[in-house]
């Protein structure tokens, strides 16, 4: 295990190993992070990112993904709505390197959305590392958030989606991952 592995994973085991939000940042111009261990092998975690089953395992109505530079992935979380309709979120995947990087730019917000302009301008990076054979640590960063009254709810947004996504994953594969105190959600 390298030392940041070893650090991050004592930083994780700190919190509970549940996942965490980065601290308050200092200027808009750093990325909002949220980080996880989950307690699957890497290619596990990897599916659940970049695939319509993924997706759909971690409880999004329906998916679409095409894994590919310039490719789409569009989410529309309401089992009643119609993918690709008003209410389905477009991101295109502007970076990937499969099991270790996946980055998306927001397309199209959802309509009704607060500040859907600004979520359209937003991006992230989610990085995938192994920690050892049977865990990985999952890393998403967002950026293109403003500051301001009116990118305060994106940011609000942007950090309890995430948190909720990772949460998601990890109760995937309970019990969490083994360095961790608990084993229950």
């Known amino acids: 295990?390298?030392?940041?592995?070893?650090?991050?994973?004592?930083?994780?085991?700190?919190?509970?190993?549940?996942?965490?939000?980065?601290?308050?940042?200092?200027?808009?111009?750093?990325?909002?992070?949220?980080?996880?261990?989950?307690?699957?092998?890497?290619?596990?975690?990897?599916?659940?990112?970049?695939?319509?089953?993924?997706?759909?395992?971690?409880?999004?109505?329906?998916?679409?993904?095409?894994?590919?530079?310039?490719?789409?992935?569009?989410?529309?979380?309401?089992?009643?709505?119609?993918?690709?309709?008003?209410?389905?979120?477009?991101?295109?995947?502007?970076?990937?390197?499969?099991?270790?990087?996946?980055?998306?730019?927001?397309?199209?917000a959802p309509t009704g959305f607060p500040d859907a302009g600004s979520f359209a301008n937003t991006w992230s990076i989610v990085y995938f590392a192994p920690l050892g054979a049977e865990m990985t640590h999952v890393r998403v960063a967002g950026f293109g958030f403003n500051e301001g009254p009116a990118a305060a709810a994106l940011t609000r947004f942007f950090e309890q989606d995430q948190v909720a996504q990772m949460r998601r994953v990890e109760k995937l594969y309970w019990p969490l991952c083994a360095l961790c105190k608990t084993d229950t959600p």
């Open 1 to 108: 295990m390298t030392a940041f592995a070893r650090n991050l994973t004592l930083a994780l085991l700190a919190t509970g190993c549940l996942a965490t939000l980065s601290p308050q940042r200092a200027a808009a111009a750093e990325p909002l992070v949220a980080e996880a261990i989950i307690n699957a092998p890497l290619a596990t975690v990897w599916q659940a990112f970049a695939t319509r089953e993924g997706y759909a395992s971690v409880g999004v109505a329906q998916a679409a993904v095409d894994l590919k530079m310039g490719g789409l992935v569009r989410v529309q979380p309401d089992p009643k709505g119609a993918l690709g309709d008003a209410g389905t979120t477009v991101s295109e995947i502007i970076a990937y390197e499969p099991q270790r990087l996946l980055s998306l730019r927001v397309r199209q």
